[in-house]
């Protein structure tokens, strides 16, 4: 158990609608991140979140937004689904994440997200 | 393009033998590398990392090699056991540069047969 917790598991949901995934950093994390990993593209950088402000944006689609709120857990939303957001959406936290050390990052279970 | 790569789909290795994973990278800003397993269904489950002012990083069974003038990191299990069966990615990152966001590999299913 990595101490990162992400809900639901598993989300079942049609093309056009929103939904929100949310995580949990382990106690004392500061920086969140969200990777998306699809069939053919392998585990995608999608966007950090460092003591609730935004650090770093990757591959992460307009239709796609985080937040990181004062307790430290974070949301990402992603609205007018498409069939290709198919995929498994994982969340990992790190101590620092932003000042000039290294830092290990700890995943949690992920989030199976279904798009029909 | 790929700035990390496991050119290795799979491997299959006798129980009690070494098992040995190899990445390659192209960014030569990254200098910080992770390796991590994973099983179906579940996340990513941190083994070890290594900087790159380091050249080997060992954790009981674990060891990662680095060579920085290859671009070239390698996982050795030693010795390999079946409840190592699983995939193995390859991660890095650029800390120095304050980029923090890991680029992975695609991975490498590693069975360990009894």
């Known amino acids: 158990d990595s101490g990162v917790t992400q809900t639901p598991k598993h989300l079942i949901t049609a093309t056009g609608q929103r939904v929100t995934l949310r995580c949990s950093p382990r106690?004392?994390?500061?920086?969140v991140y969200w990777y998306q990993q699809s069939l053919d593209q392998g585990l995608q950088f999608l966007i950090q979140?460092?003591?609730?402000?935004?650090?770093a944006k990757g591959n992460i689609l307009e239709r796609f937004s985080a937040q990181q709120f004062p307790d430290l857990h974070s949301e990402l939303n992603l609205s007018s689904l498409e069939l290709g957001d198919s995929a498994l959406y994982f969340c990992?936290?790190?101590?620092?994440?932003?000042?000039?050390?290294?830092?290990?990052?700890?995943f949690g279970p992920g989030t199976r997200l279904t798009v029909l | 393009d790929q700035q990390v790569k496991q050119n290795s789909p799979s491997l299959s290795v006798q129980e009690g033998r070494i098992s040995i994973l190899n990445c390659d990278y192209t960014?030569?800003?990254?200098?910080?590398f992770l390796w991590y397993k994973k099983y179906p269904a579940e996340g990513p489950t941190f083994l070890i990392s290594?900087?790159?002012?380091?050249d080997k990083n060992e954790d009981g069974r674990f060891t990662v090699f680095l060579n920085k003038s290859a671009k070239h990191l390698s996982l050795h299990i030693v010795p390999s056991q079946p409840g190592d069966s699983a995939v193995y990615f390859c991660?890095?990152?650029?800390?120095?540069?304050?980029?923090?966001?890991?680029?992975f590999g695609k991975g490498t299913k590693l069975s360990v047969i009894p």
């Open positions: 106690s004392g994390d500061l920086s």
């Open positions: 979140y460092y003591n609730g402000e935004e650090r």
């Open positions: 960014n030569s800003m990254f200098d910080y």
């Open positions: 990992a936290s790190s101590g620092y994440g932003g000042q000039g050390r290294t830092d290990t990052q700890y």
């Open positions: 991660a890095a990152s650029a800390t120095g540069a304050g980029s923090y966001q890991l680029t």
């Open positions: 290594i900087s790159s002012i380091k």
